[in-house]
C-alpha cells in the first residue's frame, strides 16, 4: 500500500510563501491522482489541488492563481507551492492518493476517508 509522509508547513505571515512536500512510497497503481486536501476547524475537507500520473492537473477556485501543484518526475514526490499566503488559508493540509481517477475527476470529490490513501496531514497558519 502506497504510504504518504508530509514535511514543510508551519507558520507564515499573510503574503508570504510555503511549500509542502509529500514523500509517496509503497505500491502504487498503473493509473492515480495525487492531491493536496485541507481542513480548518468547523470546516469540511476541501480537495485544493490534484495531479495525476498522466500529467493532468487542477486546482479549487479558492487558490488557483496562487496555489501550484507539481509531482517529481519519478511520482516519489508531490509538493505543494503556496504563494500569497492567506488567513483563511490557515488549516491542516494532507497529501492523500486515489486509484483509478484523473485529476480533474478526483477534483470533484468526494473525500470519504475510504476512497484515499491518507498522510499524516501538516499545519500551516497563517498569521497578520
Known amino acids: 500500500i502506497m504510504q504518504l509522509v508530509e514535511s514543510g508547513g508551519g507558520s507564515v505571515q499573510a503574503g508570504g510563501s510555503l511549500t509542502l512536500s509529500c514523500a509517496a512510497s509503497?505500491?502504487?497503481?498503473?493509473?492515480?491522482?495525487m492531491a493536496w486536501i485541507r481542513q480548518s476547524p468547523g470546516n469540511e475537507r476541501e480537495i485544493i489541488a490534484t495531479?495525476?500520473?498522466?500529467?493532468?492537473?487542477g486546482h479549487a477556485d479558492s487558490v488557483k492563481g496562487r496555489f501550484v501543484i507539481s509531482l517529481d518526475d519519478d511520482l516519489q514526490t508531490l509538493y505543494l507551492q503556496m504563494n500569497n499566503l492567506k488567513l483563511e488559508d490557515t488549516a491542516n493540509y494532507t497529501c492523500?492518493?486515489?486509484?483509478?481517477?484523473?485529476?480533474?475527476?478526483?477534483?470533484?470529490?468526494?473525500?470519504?476517508?475510504?476512497?484515499?490513501?491518507w498522510g499524516q496531514g501538516i499545519q500551516v497558519t497563517v498569521s497578520s
Open positions: 495531479i495525476d500520473t498522466d500529467g493532468g492537473i
Open positions: 509503497g505500491n502504487t497503481w498503473p493509473q492515480y491522482t
Open positions: 492523500a492518493s486515489r486509484p483509478w481517477v484523473t485529476a480533474t475527476q478526483a477534483l470533484r470529490g468526494p473525500t470519504y476517508q475510504k476512497l484515499w490513501i
